[in-house]
């Protein structure tokens, strides 16, 4: 069975994106058959009459995956608005057995998956008839999460409510990624002390800007892939 985790993160643009990049191409650098998938991606850029998924194309530059960056996205809307909004402009609802069906056919060719979400914790993926969050949607793919949080200021309070909300929603969470993290300044330090004293959650990794491998030990790595859900 494919090994998989979710990415999801404290706030929009704070470099999910990135993060899940440096994961698999870890994984791929350790000779490891890892793949990637998104859900659903708003914000697409509209060349002819295709749509290109620019966080996909991302990934699968830096960690040269042998796939289209569409196929590796099942909804993908042009406009940078919430997954739930974009898909009611296009008149399209976003459903979570169609992302299990298509979820399922690429786990296929892979060991292991990165998935990554869409916006924040609490991101809202239709709200009509029918509400779906992102955590509906984890919980449908049965996945435990890695939580992506800038270094700076402000990320003890950003994290500290994911982290609850989180739990509050039966999620598992595997870890703590600080991006933007800079080693040399103190409240960055400090930020990831009081980050894993406060929650008990390990900070797994610290990303530095323009950083193209992930700093993380392959045994601690391989942990967050095999953990139990």
Not at 80 to 106: C, D, M, Q, W
Request: glycine letters at 8%; proline letters at 3%.
């Amino acid at each position: 069975m494919t090994k998989s985790v979710f990415v999801t993160a404290t706030g929009t643009d704070i470099g999910k994106t990135y993060v899940s990049a440096l994961l698999v191409k870890k994984m791929r650098d350790l000779g490891l058959n890892c793949g990637y998938y998104k859900p659903a991606l708003s914000g697409a850029r509209r060349v002819d009459d295709s749509l290109i998924p620019g966080d996909c194309e991302f990934v699968v530059n830096m960690a040269n995956l042998k796939v289209k960056p569409s196929d590796c996205v099942t909804y993908c809307f042009e406009e940078a608005v919430s997954p739930h909004l974009a898909a009611s402009r296009t008149g399209e609802n976003i459903e979570i057995p169609v992302i299990k069906r298509e979820f399922s056919k690429i786990l296929a060719d892979y060991d292991y998956m990165v998935v990554e979400g869409a916006g924040g914790i609490t991101c809202p993926f239709r709200l009509d008839d029918e509400t779906v969050l992102l955590p509906d949607v984890i919980k449908a793919l049965d996945l435990g999460i890695v939580i992506v949080a800038d270094g700076g200021l402000g990320t003890i309070n950003s994290v500290l409510l994911t982290v609850e909300y989180a739990k509050s929603r039966g999620l598992i969470i595997l870890g703590i990624i600080l991006n933007n993290f800079d080693k040399d300044d103190f409240m960055h330090q400090d930020n990831k002390v009081q980050v894993e004293r406060l929650t008990g959650i390990k900070v797994i990794a610290t990303v530095t800007k323009g950083d193209k491998d992930l700093d993380i030990e392959s045994g601690e790595l391989l942990k967050i892939f095999t953990s139990e859900v």
